[in-house]
């Protein structure tokens, strides 16, 4: 563990990096995956499952924390990690993509958003300097800027004007971050689906020389391969000595191609939010645990796995559970896809360590290609 934060760069297998951030209060080893703690708890597991699972990183949501239980409330209860029992380190977004999406109203200018809460009507207002004090009264580790994220498709001239915004905002963050040695404020890159927007607000975070870069608003509705074609040109902007993280992503598949890219950190609510709808991650594909074919199969979803949720329980169960609407049938299969998704960062780390990330790669696409097991 290191006082300061700290990005080393320990090798790479074609774009693919293999690295470790150090801070105070952990190591998160790289290529990572952040499993989603939106309001302080990752959604039907407890923290040491995770934690065991291989998490070194959870992300808290600034949004949904500042409606409840409210950034002064948990800064006087001794801070996010404190209260939620995970003394690893917390990367807290900075709101704006839930402004964004779950804000019946709102309006937008150049000192920030004024929103309406979609708990209770209440109006807040979020500039720049109060979404980092709020990250601040959380006790982040790493802290996001405020950005404006459009949803794609939207006309060019739309998707400027928020990057310019958004911009201009990373640099008012940056002023009211400071200087916090053991912490991190990292930019979050915009632009849409047009390169040469991209580009501008890559180079122009650049200049900033922030602790970490984001590249955001992607998965939001565009194909995968406009995805992969805006880190294609985002990246080599971007300094190879920071780390460079991809919110909001996403499907195994997704993380394996934007690994290959050179992404070093992802978050996705998709293994807890798919877990509780019946839907299991494996190293064979996805498998629908409703589907019928369950009901009378007492094998396990994957008899190597690591994960006891994977390994211990029947399929027939883990259908009963499901088809029953049973918590416990949500709880087992968010167990099991966190932990698949910890086992292909693992998986994607070693490969990388060995030179041999482009053959992991094939492998474990051709091991999803195969399918689930035949039914009996």
Sequence with gaps: MHEKFQFTLKATSGKARLGEVSMPRGVIRTPAFMPVGTVGTVKAMYLDQVREGGADIILGNTYHLMLRPGPERVARL???????????????????????SLSGLRKLDEKGVTFKSHVDGSTHHMSPERSIEIQGLLDSDIQMQLDECVALPAEPKEIERA???????????????????????????????VPDLRVRSAEGLKQLDLKGY??????????QEVMLK???????????????????????????????????MFDCVMPTRSG???????????????N?????????LDEESNCPASRDYS???????????EALGGMLLSWNNLSYYQELMQGIRKSIEEGRFADFMAETMEMWAKGDIDAR
Aim: charged residues 25%; hydrophobic residues 40%.
């Design 78 to 100: 001794g801070g996010l990690h404190e209260l939620i029992r995970w003394p690893h380190p917390i990367l807290t977004d900075s709101g704006g993509f839930q402004v964004m």
């Design 163 to 193: 990057m310019e915004m958004s911009l201009r905002w990373a640099e008012r963050c940056r002023v009211a971050f400071g200087e916090q040695p053991g912490k991190a404020m990292f930019g979050i890159v915009q632009g849409g689906d």
């Design 214 to 223: 984001a590249v955001g608003g992607l998965a939001v509705g565009e194909p």
């Design 230 to 264: 805006m880190l294609d040109i985002t990246l080599p902007v971007l300094p190879t000595e920071k780390p460079r993280y991809l919110m909001g992503v996403g499907t195994p598949d997704d993380i394996l191609k934007s690994v290959a890219q050179g992404i070093d």
């Design 276 to 290: 509780r709808h019946g839907l299991a991650f494996t190293r064979r594909g996805k498998v629908n645990i409703r």
């Design 292 to 300: 019928a074919r369950h009901a009378e199969d007492m094998r396990p």
């Design 315 to 325: 399929r027939a169960y883990l259908h009963h559970l499901v088809r029953s609407n």
